[in-house]
Nanobody, 123 residues
Framework: EVQLQESGGGSVEAGGSLRLSCKIS?????????IEWYRQDPGKEREFVSG????????YSDAAKGRFSISRDNTNKFIVYLQMNSLKTEDTAMYFC???????????????WGQGIQVTVSS
C-alpha cells in the first residue's frame, strides 16, 4: 500500500519561507507517477499548487508561480519538496501531496493522498 506523509508545515510571518516535504513509501509495481501539491482552506475547494511530472517537468498555479518551487530530493527519489518563499497570508491552508500513477504496463492510474499538513502565514 502506497502512503504519502507530509512534513515541514507550521507558522511563519508574511514574507517568510517554508519547505514542505512529501515522503512516499510502500511498494507497487508502478514506477511512473506524478507528484502534486494541493491546498485547501476550510469551506473552500481543494486547489492545485504545483506538480512534478514523471518526466521531470514542473507545473505551478498562478498563485505559486515565481514564489514556490517543486523538486525531488537528490539522494532519495521518494521525497519531493515544495519550497515556498515570499509567503503571503493567503497561502494559509492545509497542504496535501498526491501521487497520480500513469496508465499502461504496471500502472493503472491509481491516486494516493497524504493526510495534509497545516501552513499558517501571519501578517
Amino acid at each position: 500500500e502506497v502512503q504519502l506523509q507530509e512534513s515541514g508545515g507550521g507558522s511563519v510571518e508574511a514574507g517568510g519561507s517554508l519547505r514542505l516535504s512529501c515522503k512516499i513509501s510502500g511498494f507497487t509495481y508502478c514506477s511512473r507517477y506524478d507528484i502534486e501539491w494541493y491546498r485547501q482552506d476550510p469551506g473552500k475547494e481543494r486547489e492545485f499548487v504545483s506538480g512534478l511530472q514523471n518526466s521531470g517537468g514542473t507545473t505551478y498555479s498562478d498563485a505559486a508561480k515565481g514564489r514556490f518551487s517543486i523538486s525531488r530530493d537528490n539522494t532519495n527519489k521518494f521525497i519531493v519538496y515544495l519550497q515556498m518563499n515570499s509567503l503571503k497570508t493567503e497561502d494559509t491552508a492545509m497542504y496535501f501531496c498526491k501521487r497520480s500513477d500513469e496508465y499502461g504496463g504496471n500502472c493503472r492510474g491509481n491516486k494516493y493522498w497524504g493526510q495534509g499538513i497545516q501552513v499558517t502565514v501571519s501578517s
